[in-house]
């Protein structure tokens, strides 16, 4: 049985890893080819590039964790690889939350002056967001780096000692401000998030509802390019919420955590940075258009 969870583990790991790695690469491709021809790269283009070189980063270090827990590595993960870790999934957070406001500010047809002032600006605001957030995230990292040690030996020796007696480790607490510090850095991307995303999606939903209703006859081609935002958008919110639960679940050791439950979650975390990946290049044209020539290039190689 166990043999079998460890197996089945390491396949879908295998899967996630190179399915986020490739998607990814190739909107950071495609971005930094249209950067180096035309010697410039739209802000929409820079964050996206920016969110799939991050996660990038994620799903390997991910697949990382994934072997250690496996036992399939002969060192455990360090307290290094672990800030690490905090510091690319922290990052990917807040970059993926740009991502929802900036959506939401240029999608979203909310007719209000603070609306119209945010999507006349927001274009010029990428490239310092961007850059605030790697320095915050930075500086945090180098904050929390001592008790992220300490936090870490919690949450692995209560993954890899399931029995308290079997080995005594000494685990220091960590202050309370700390916990605070973090609690509060890792909420607050989520809340600006589920701001934009559900502003959008709620606006979006009936702007479209608005449209289908006056229209007489056939689907007006408006209302399906909206209801096609819609979904895509839903995608999001679903795969950004999940992972952000499980992730928040695994590492606050909320619940026992067994073997099969923190691999399960680990999976759901790796799940998101690739499927919204494939989402994004199938909701954009020229990243879709790039991406058949790169499977094509592929297959005429084989």
Not at 84 to 103: D, N
Not at 138 to 155: G, P
Not at 240 to 252: D, F, N, P, R
Request: aromatic fraction near 14%.
């Amino acid at each position: 049985m166990l043999q079998s969870l460890i197996i089945t583990q390491l396949i879908f790991a295998a899967i996630e890893c190179l399915v986020g790695v490739v998607a990814n690469g190739i909107i950071v491709v495609v971005n930094s080819m249209g950067w180096i021809k035309q010697r410039k790269m739209l802000p929409f283009d820079l964050l996206l590039c920016c969110l799939a070189a991050s996660r990038i980063c994620l799903q390997i270090v991910i697949f990382y964790f994934n072997l250690a827990l496996l036992s399939l590595i002969g060192t455990s993960p360090t307290g290094g690889c672990f800030v690490i870790f905090m510091f690319i999934y922290e990052l990917e957070l807040w970059l993926a939350t740009w991502l929802s406001v900036f959506y939401c500010t240029k999608i979203s047809p909310i007719a209000h002056p603070l609306f119209f002032w945010l999507k006349l600006r927001i274009s010029k605001w990428v490239p310092w967001l961007i850059l605030g957030t790697l320095l915050c995230t930075s500086l945090t990292s180098v904050f929390h780096r001592k008790y992220a040690w300490i936090l870490f030996q919690n949450i692995w020796s209560s993954i890899l000692f399931s029995n308290a007696t079997t080995q005594v480790r000494e685990i220091k607490e960590i202050p309370v401000l700390q916990l605070v510090f973090l609690f509060i850095e890792l909420l607050l991307p989520l809340v600006i998030f589920l701001i934009s995303a559900l502003l959008l999606i709620f606006s979006l939903g009936r702007h479209t509802q608005q449209m289908t209703s006056t229209a007489t006859g056939t689907r007006p081609p408006g209302a399906s390019v909206h209801i096609s935002a819609l979904r895509s958008f839903l995608s999001f919110l679903l795969l950004y919420v999940s992972q952000y639960m499980m992730a928040t679940l695994a590492l606050a050791h909320i619940f026992k955590i067994k073997h099969f439950v923190f691999l399960f979650c680990l999976l759901l975390v790796g799940l998101y940075p690739s499927v919204h990946s494939i989402v994004l290049i199938l909701g954009n044209p020229k990243l879709k258009q790039n991406a058949k020539k790169f499977l094509l290039y592929g297959k005429c190689y084989q």
